[in-house]
């Protein structure tokens, strides 16, 4: 079983074109994040939810959106896609305790062409 | 000013050796945790140890231990008898504040490769 999901694993579109990243997460976790992961690597936040709230919504282009129908999922829309968006987007969960890490999915590798 | 910093963006080391990968980070809470999660080529990040700021004694998981050094904000990642599938980057994360649903902020990672 797979603690954190997200789909599609690899997404290729078009500029200007919307898309969505699904994620779902099995652990009871009650607090969920988006990560960006640029061509350097490196890592930056731009969303966390905690049971379906918003608490964390770094400056990310209005373009992004992220969708929270339970706790147990956090979806990622993206409209009017462009060149820059292309990265690995992570999405993650963590627990009720100070020493959890988090568990992350597995990535989504969106190439915007 | 950068929260946590990792000096060296590649590291090299024999199989079977130890390595250090260096990590110093910045906060003025009392209340934080650090982690290091490894990165493999395939993609995904996986967890590998955590230190509390309270904790006495340094993490250890297997072969991976944390030098957590408190008054030089230092959490320094190291792995005894390294493997050809350490191969990776590393990548120091740390989480402010007693509050589990506070984000991570991660370094800029250390690529390590391990030689035959």
């Known amino acids: 079983d797979t603690a954190v999901s997200q789909t599609p694993k690899y997404l290729v579109t078009q500029m200007g074109n919307d898309k969505s990243i699904k994620c779902e997460q099995n652990l009871g976790h009650d607090t969920m994040y988006w990560y960006k992961q640029d061509s350097k690597k490196f890592l930056k936040i731009m969303f966390s939810?905690?049971?379906?709230?918003?608490?964390i919504n770094e400056t990310v282009p209005n373009r992004f959106s992220p969708k929270s129908p339970d706790k147990a999922h956090l979806n990622l829309h993206i409209n009017s896609l462009e060149l820059g968006d292309s990265a690995v987007y992570f999405c993650?969960?963590?627990?009720?305790?100070?020493?959890?890490?988090?568990?992350f999915g597995s990535g989504t590798r969106l190439t915007v062409v | 000013a950068q929260k946590i910093t990792q000096t060296q963006p590649g590291m090299f080391v024999q199989e079977k050796e130890a390595v250090t990968l260096d990590c110093t980070y910045d906060?003025?809470?009392?209340?934080?945790?650090l982690f290091w999660y490894k990165q493999p080529s395939s993609g995904e990040m996986i967890f590998l140890i955590y230190?509390?700021?309270?904790?006495?004694q340094n993490a250890t998981e297997g072969r991976y231990s944390l030098n957590f050094q408190k008054a030089r904000k230092s959490a320094n990642l190291v792995i005894s008898a390294s493997q050809l599938g350490d191969s990776a980057m590393y990548f120091c994360a740390m989480r402010e504040g007693p509050h589990y649903g506070q984000n991570f902020v991660f370094g800029p990672g250390t690529r390590l490769s391990v030689l035959p």
């Open positions: 993650a969960s963590s627990g009720d305790r100070a020493n959890y890490g988090y568990t």
């Open positions: 939810y905690n049971n379906k709230e918003l608490i």
């Open positions: 230190q509390g700021s309270y904790d006495e």
């Open positions: 906060t003025s809470d009392q209340s934080y945790g």
